[in-house]
Nanobody
Framework: QVQLVESGGGSVQAGGSLRLSCTAS????????MAWFRRAPGKRREGVAT???????TYADSVKGRFTISQDNAENILYLQMNSVKPEDTATYYC?????????????????WGQGTQVTVSS
């Protein structure tokens, strides 16, 4: 059974750092596009970062230079390193797997989602 489980969310002050993890089971996550999305209260879900099967990454403009997506292929774990966080980064963050090729930020093209992990950034 394909499953994605996020962890690592929490509360952090602006300017701080947080690392999110997404453990995949039931398939080899690196064989597909993987991504992080987020949904802030009252806002639409938005793509944050993607990583393709070659390890190439893309980022939303709002997080470029501050967030880093990476993958431990041996452990089947996807990461999102969040540095210099801002209050506007407050959201529920979702890991998405079984993504398309090429990678996109189109949520409907991802076949499996995690349950989400809350990130709260205080000013």
């Amino acid at each position: 059974q394909v499953q994605l489980v996020e962890s690592g969310g929490g509360s952090v002050q602006a300017g701080g750092s947080l690392r999110l993890s997404c453990t995949a089971s039931g398939y080899t996550s690196s064989s597909y596009c993987m991504a992080w999305f987020r949904r802030a209260p009252g806002k639409r879900r938005e793509g944050v970062a993607t990583i393709n099967t070659d390890g190439e990454t893309t980022y939303a403009d709002s997080v470029k230079g501050r967030f880093t997506i990476s993958q431990d292929n041996a452990e089947n774990i996807l990461y999102l390193q969040m540095n210099s966080v801002k209050p506007e980064d407050t959201a529920t963050y979702y890991c998405a797997g079984l993504g398309p090729s090429p990678c996109t930020f189109i949520a409907a093209q991802f076949g499996r989602w995690g349950q989400g992990t809350q990130v709260t950034v205080s000013s």
